[in-house]
């Protein structure tokens, strides 16, 4: 069995154990279920490059979602669909503006979009505005090769029994560094933030004015870093009954370890860098250590961008302490179909699998970990030994919880002001507790 191989069934099996299944949204829900029409609305097969019957009808199909590598090689499979009687227009925005873009477009109750990106957690928060694909994954299953998908990341797009989402690829976080610098300077790659500190500190000597960097530019980076601390560390954003669940000794320790990373390792440039920054950064063989997407591997050692090909290495998300769990989340990546869209949601649907079936997967594959078991690209990214790592002792999945976007945007910003205008990390903790009662309970939540 080759490496590859084997790596690819051990972030499988990681995936079964760690990803969730989902957990119920409000009971009063709108039925979103797709009954397949006994006759296909459809004639011929577009291409073999783009293997979905052509529409009848001169369909557009509008995408949204958010752009790196992965996502960007998926909109060129689309462009292979584009044919007389099919248009799909792909629109990737940056992360944070997607999904607010998204959530307008939900909240007209007749959405723009056809398809839309989603992750997990998202997927619980948005069931309600989602068709159920059930029905259609189980009608399109065989001709399609569904079954090589493993069922946790299905399982992971389940609410209340109902699939809302194609998988696309798998993804997590984990430890970027630069070997030649850190050879030369002695420094050998940490396994936990304690020796994350120490190491900056012999790299700020050699003239390093951002040894290492976490992403702490925007309110939801500071949350993501923040729930995965906080988990490591045996807590969670959310408790089984909607309560705060960071304003505890778990969360002070995980706020006052990213403040103690922040000051012993980032400037105020390093503080405001975003994923691309850190990303081009890491490229241009000036950011030693990072935290970032897995997904960014692979750009490492793209000739055409990167001064390092070859010396960025990859270790396993980083621990919290020397006892903790690493810091790795384990998230999916899915297509959903809005409800009550103006496009009939099998259409949709198959023009979905032109995303994931086996060529298109294989093409994605040189950028990230895709659903498929039996893809892999020769050409693909280093970093499946410490995407693996990182999920097998890692964190976990984003609890699906409809409460859960009031906890981010609260919390996100009371951590924040931390970085933005030194404010006391235990008051802003409770800070964001209280706004977080308050908007909760004024949403039906507590």
């Not at 044919?83 to 925005?93: A, D, H, R, T």
């Not at 990213?258 to 980032?266: H, K, L, P, Q, Y």
């Amino acid at each position: 069995m080759s490496a590859t191989t084997y790596l690819r069934r051990l972030l499988a099996v990681v995936l079964v154990l760690t990803l969730v299944a989902a957990c119920g949204a409000d009971d009063e829900t709108t039925d979103t279920t797709y009954n397949s029409s006994t006759e296909s609305s459809t004639s011929g097969v577009i291409s073999d490059e783009c293997p979905i019957p052509t529409p009848a009808e001169n369909t557009t199909i509008d995408l949204i979602g958010w752009e790196f590598p992965a996502t960007a090689e998926i909109a060129n499979e689309f462009a292979d669909c584009n044919s007389n009687n099919l248009q799909i227009n792909v629109q990737l925005l940056d992360n944070a503006t997607a999904q607010d873009q998204i959530a307008l477009d939900f909240a007209t109750g007749a959405p723009e979009f056809e398809i839309v990106h989603a992750t997990d957690s998202l997927v619980g928060t948005w069931a309600d505005n989602l068709v159920d694909l059930t029905t259609l994954i189980d009608q399109y299953r065989e001709e399609f090769g569904l079954d090589d998908i493993p069922q946790s990341m299905w399982d992971g797009a389940t609410v209340d029994g109902r699939i809302l989402g194609v998988p696309l690829f798998s993804n997590t976080m984990h430890f970027f560094y630069n070997t030649e610098i850190l050879d030369a300077n002695g420094v050998s790659a940490p396994d936990n933030y304690d020796e994350v500190i120490e190491a900056c500190g012999v790299l700020q000597d050699a003239g390093f004015d951002d040894p290492f960097n976490m992403n702490l530019s925007a309110n939801w980076a500071w949350e993501i870093e923040f729930s995965n601390i906080l988990k490591s560390l045996g807590g969670n954003i959310l408790n089984d009954d909607n309560t705060a669940g960071w304003n505890t000794p778990e969360g002070l320790e995980a706020v006052n370890k990213i403040v103690e990373v922040s000051d012993a390792c980032m400037s105020d440039a390093g503080r405001a860098f975003g994923i691309d920054d850190a990303e081009a950064a890491l490229r241009a063989g000036e950011l030693p250590m990072a935290t970032i997407w897995a997904s960014r591997a692979a750009q490492m050692d793209d000739p055409e961008s990167s001064l390092v090909v070859g010396l960025i290495e990859f270790g396993p998300a980083i621990r919290t302490n020397a006892d903790s769990l690493r810091n790795g989340p384990a998230y999916v990546d899915y297509y959903a179909i809005p409800a009550n869209g103006s496009v009939d949601p099998e259409t949709v649907f198959l023009a979905i699998m032109a995303a994931v079936d086996t060529e298109s997967q294989e093409a994605t594959a040189a950028h990230a970990a895709v659903a498929r078991l039996g893809v892999s690209n020769p050409n693909g990214p280093r970093n499946g030994e410490a995407s693996a790592i990182s999920v097998a002792e890692g964190v976990g999945a984003r609890i699906k919880n409809s409460a859960l976007p009031i906890a981010q945007a609260v919390l996100g910003d009371a951590l924040l002001e931390i970085t933005a205008s030194d404010a006391d990390p235990a008051q802003a903790l409770a800070d964001a507790e209280a706004n977080y009662i308050e908007e909760a309970t004024a949403a039906g939540f507590l």
